[in-house]
C-alpha cells in the first residue's frame, strides 16, 4: 500500500491513499455503493415515468448529433442534484465566494486596499497578477476613480466538482465572459424535449440569465421594454481548429424574448455618439467602447477590471478573502492550489495540474500525471520561459465523481464537473443560477479537460425536492 496523501489548504484536508499509483474510486453521481439509487433519480424517475438512466435510442441519436447546429454534444443521460444539498452547499457557497470577491475588488480599486496589509497576497504578486492581466493597480484605480461599489458588476461561473469523498470542491474562478449563462436552461428544455417528457413533471423554469437581468434593471429603475438598455454578446471561440459553440445564439434569443435588443460593437459605437443609453448587458469586454460608457455612467453588467477575479493565481488567497471580509469559513473548498514561483513545476510532478493562471476555454492545462518524459520536459521548459510575464499555477488533481447508467466502477462512466453561472449584480446582491451547467468528458480522454471548447459535452441538470429527513444524505456512500 502507499503512503496516505494529506492535501491541506487554507480551506480542507483531504486525506487520500493510493495502493500502487491507482487512484481513490471516484464518487458515483447516480448509484450508492451498494448499488442502489440515490434519492435525486429515484425522485427523476417517479416523475418521468421511465428511467432517466436508461435513454432511448432516440433521445441518444437527438442529442448527439450536434442538435443545435453547432459542435455542441449532450449527454442523454441527466445529472439529478438533491435540492437541499444545492442549495446550502453549492448556492451558498458560490454565493459566499462572489461576495468575497466583489468585496475585494471594491478594496482594491475604491478602497484603502485593507486587504494586501498583512495578507497571503503581497502586493508584488498582486502585481505580477495585474501584469499577466494587461493592467496595474494605478490604472484601475483611475478607472474607477468617481465610481461606487454599486457598480462592482459582474457574472461569475465557477467551475465546481465532488471529490471521492462526496464533497465539492471548487477547481476555477471565471469571471466575465462566462460560458453556459444561456445553456443551463436551453440543455435542460431540449433533454425534456428529447426524452419525450411531460413538461409538467419536470418544468424548465425561467432562464437564469433572464432572472438576473430583471433583477439588474429593477435596481437601476429600468425595465427590460426600456428603449435606453442594450445587449453586447460575448466571446466565442472560432477558427478552423476550434470546437465552435453558438452560445450567443442562445443567449440573443433570451435577450430578444425578455424585450432587449443586441447589438455589435458597431452598433453601439454608433449608439453611444447619439446618446440615450442607460444600461449594456455586456458580456464582452472591449475596452475602448466598454470604458467609455463607464465613463459616461452607462450601467454595465461586467464592469471594466473585473476580469481580473478569474486570475487563477488569486485562487490560493480567496479563502483568507472569505474570512477577512465576511468573517466566515468558506463553505465550498479549494484543492491545493500554488503559483509556479520562478517557473518551476512541483518537484514531485504525481497528481498535479499545470494552468496558465489567465488561460481560458481550456487552453494551457497540463495534466502532470503519466506525461512521457518528453512531453514532461517540454512543459517545465513553457512554464519557466513564461514566466513572470505569464504565470501558470499547479494545482492538486482530483479524481472527479463520475456520472453512468451502469453503477458504481462501470467503465463508460463520464467524470462530470458543474458550473452555476451566478451574477453580481449590485452591491451584496448575487443571484446563483436554480439551473446549472453540466459538463461532461469522455472516460478515454487522455487530456482529461472539461472545457466544451475542448470537446467536452454538456449534460443535463436538474434539482429536486431533498430527500425525505432522516436517509443518507448525499454526499455519503
Not at 465546481?160 to 471565471?174: A, F, M, S, Y
Amino acid at each position: 500500500m502507499g503512503k496516505p496523501h494529506q492535501y491541506r489548504n487554507q480551506d480542507v484536508t483531504l486525506v487520500l491513499v493510493t495502493f500502487k499509483g491507482i487512484l481513490p474510486r471516484p464518487y458515483d453521481e447516480a448509484f450508492k455503493l451498494d448499488g442502489a439509487l440515490r434519492h435525486p433519480y429515484v425522485e427523476l424517475r417517479r416523475r418521468l415515468g421511465t428511467d432517466p438512466l436508461r435513454p432511448a435510442a432516440a433521445t441518444w441519436q437527438r442529442l448527439r448529433d450536434r442538435p443545435w447546429g453547432d459542435d455542441a454534444r449532450v449527454l442523454p443521460i441527466p445529472w439529478a442534484l438533491d435540492g437541499a444539498e444545492y442549495a446550502s452547499v453549492v448556492q451558498a457557497g458560490t454565493s459566499q465566494r462572489a461576495r468575497a470577491l466583489q468585496l475585494f475588488f471594491a478594496d482594491l480599486v475604491l478602497g484603502p486596499q485593507r486587504f494586501l496589509e498583512g495578507a497571503s497576497l503581497t502586493r508584488e504578486r498582486l502585481q505580477l497578477i495585474l501584469t499577466s492581466e494587461g493592467t496595474s493597480l494605478a490604472h484601475l484605480r483611475s478607472l474607477w476613480s468617481g465610481h461606487a461599489a454599486e457598480e462592482v458588476r459582474f457574472v461569475y461561473g465557477p467551475d465546481l466538482v465532488r471529490g471521492p469523498d462526496g464533497h465539492w470542491l471548487l477547481l476555477e474562478d471565471n469571471v466575465g465572459c462566462v460560458g453556459g449563462s444561456a445553456d443551463g436552461h436551453a440543455v435542460w428544455s431540449l433533454y425534456l424535449d428529447a426524452a419525450g417528457a411531460r413538461r409538467r413533471c419536470v418544468p424548465p423554469a425561467e432562464p437564469d440569465l433572464r432572472v438576473a437581468l430583471r433583477t439588474w434593471l429593477d435596481r437601476l429603475g429600468l425595465s427590460c421594454g426600456d428603449g435606453g438598455v442594450v445587449g453586447l454578446l460575448g466571446c466565442e471561440a472560432s477558427g478552423l481548429r476550434c470546437v465552435l459553440i453558438h452560445e450567443n445564439a442562445r443567449r440573443r434569443r433570451i435577450l430578444e424574448q425578455a424585450g432587449v435588443g443586441v447589438a455589435d460593437p458597431g452598433q453601439l459605437r454608433r449608439l453611444l455618439s447619439d446618446g440615450g443609453l442607460r444600461a449594456i448587458l455586456n458580456f464582452h469586454i472591449l475596452p475602448e467602447l466598454i470604458d467609455e460608457a463607464f465613463h459616461r455612467r452607462i450601467a454595465l453588467f461586467n464592469a471594466p477590471g473585473t476580469g481580473i477575479l478569474g486570475n487563477k493565481a488569486l485562487l490560493p488567497h480567496v479563502g483568507e478573502m472569505i474570512r477577512f471580509f465576511l468573517g466566515e469559513e468558506p463553505v465550498i473548498a479549494t484543492p491545493p492550489t500554488h503559483v509556479c514561483q520562478d517557473g518551476t513545476l512541483p518537484p514531485q510532478p504525481g497528481d498535479w495540474v499545470v494552468k496558465s493562471a489567465s488561460g481560458c476555454q481550456g487552453t494551457e492545462v497540463f495534466v502532470l500525471r503519466c506525461q512521457p518524459p518528453e512531453r514532461l520536459a517540454a512543459i517545465r521548459e513553457l512554464v519557466r520561459e513564461s514566466w513572470p510575464d505569464q504565470a501558470f499555477v499547479a494545482q492538486q488533481r482530483v479524481e472527479l465523481s463520475r456520472l453512468s447508467s451502469s453503477g458504481p466502477g462501470s467503465w463508460e462512466a463520464h467524470p462530470v464537473e458543474l458550473r452555476p453561472v451566478t451574477y453580481v449584480v449590485g452591491w451584496s446582491q448575487v443571484h446563483v443560477s436554480d439551473r446549472p451547467v453540466g459538463r461532461a468528458g469522455w472516460g478515454f480522454d487522455a487530456r482529461g479537460q472539461h472545457n466544451l471548447s475542448q470537446g467536452a459535452c454538456y449534460v443535463p441538470v436538474t434539482v429536486l425536492p431533498p430527500q425525505p429527513a432522516g436517509t443518507l444524505q448525499p454526499g455519503g456512500g
